[in-house]
């Protein structure tokens, strides 16, 4: 598990006793070994950073750390999360419904600059590169949305902040296709919920942002459902938490289990924020390793399950996998009064039924 936990995606479970139901798995892939690859290259950002930047922030105040509950990013609160991905969610049910291939999720109708902008970066997302992605994005939006965020340290200047993005911002995933499950727009701005699909069909379900510039769509932000946390604010917590003995004591943790991965059995003083996206990237780790108890132990060390939604996902995945139907379809019933009827829950409604009747 990275630093922040937006630059992970969660593992895959290829031997898992659930099998997909439809064109697309249920889970994401992300192995054990690229997490703690991917931590070791944050740590050294950090390193890095520190010599650029030495004020560091270790004498700023964190304690908005214990009030993380109070919204997702930048004034957006969880309740209107929900209600807009119950919405977004329930037309795209709508929408597969209509077509004669109903297990494949439809994409709507989506403008052409929309399109345009997602063909680029999803081409891109596979080089290693980030040129593309980073002509894609509107940094006077995304500054403004990082500048939002409530514990944001409004004094770091601009001449010190805009060299560091440019370091900071990489995909949140590699996808090979993608879908696109809804859109709104509203003067010269935009919102869509978006399918994003490797070679294996391993998915994540994702939000963007944009801002419509010149009959472009520019992308200002981004978020992968299962870790809940946008990328702005996870630039804001980096930034915020550099050098502070909370992450310094955490990234201690993350080397540590490259020895011994079972140093996250306990429960451990990680920063609030990082908290819950660490322990849904560990639930998807155990499930890798048919470790299915552990797993759902890892799953119920989630604080906030209705703001990172893959604690919810991970716990129904593990409960299955033990054979707990009933206990999965209240899980799963939880997550849907959340933010509706999301694809990985009829996918994971797919494999509770296939399970019950001895076709899975």
């Known amino acids: 598990m990275s630093v922040e936990p937006n630059r992970s995606s969660p593992a ?3 031997s898992s006793s659930i099998k997909p139901t439809t064109v697309y798995v249920t889970t994401t892939r992300s192995p054990w070994t690229f ?13 890095v950073q520190r010599l650029l930047f030495p004020t560091g922030t270790v004498d700023r105040d964190i304690g908005w750390l214990t009030r993380w509950n109070v919204v997702t990013a930048a004034g957006e609160t969880v309740e209107a999360k929900h209600r807009w991905l ?19 999720p439809g994409q709507v109708d989506a403008p052409e600059p929309l399109v345009d902008v997602m063909n680029r970066i999803t081409r891109e997302s596979q080089s290693g590169t980030e ?5 894609s994005i509107s940094w006077e939006f995304y500054l403004a949305t990082l500048r939002e965020c409530e514990y944001f340290d409004a004094s770091i200047s601009s001449s010190q902040l ?16 993608y879908r696109v499950l809804h859109w709104e727009r509203t003067k010269d701005r935009a919102r869509a919920l978006v399918l ?3 070679r294996d069909g391993h998915f994540h379900e994702t939000r963007w942002w944009f801002v419509v510039r010149d009959g472009r769509w520019l992308i200002y932000d981004w978020e992968l459902l299962d870790f809940g946390i946008r990328e702005t604010t996870d630039a804001a917590l980096a930034w915020t938490l550099h050098d502070t003995p909370e992450m310094l004591a955490y990234q201690d943790l993350l080397s540590a289990s490259r020895d011994d991965p079972t ?15 660490l322990y849904v990237q560990l639930a998807y780790d155990y499930l890798e390793r048919k470790q299915w108890e552990v797993a759902l132990r890892m799953a119920h060390r989630v604080k906030q399950p209705e703001t990172t939604l893959g604690g919810l996902v ?30 990985q829950i009829r996918e994971l409604r797919g494999a509770i039924q296939a399970e019950s009747t001895g076709t899975g």
């Open 12 to 14: 895959s479970d290829k």
């Open 35 to 47: 997490a703690l690859v991917a931590a070791l290259v944050i740590t050294a950002f950090f390193v």
């Open 86 to 104: 119950r919405e977004a969610f329930s037309n795209a049910e709508s929408l597969s419904a209509a077509e004669q291939d109903d297990a494949r």
């Open 131 to 135: 040129r593309e992605l980073i002509d």
């Open 162 to 177: 805009d060299p560091w993005l440019l370091n900071w911002v990489m995909y949140p995933w590699v996808w090979y296709q």
């Open 196 to 198: 994003l699909v490797d």
């Open 263 to 277: 140093v996250f059995e306990q429960e451990l003083p990680i920063p609030e924020p990082l908290h819950d996206s």
């Open 314 to 343: 991970v716990k129904a995945r593990a409960e299955i996998s033990l054979g707990r139907l009933q206990d999965a379809t209240k899980t799963l019933d939880h997550l849907e009064s959340l933010i509706g009827p999301s694809i």
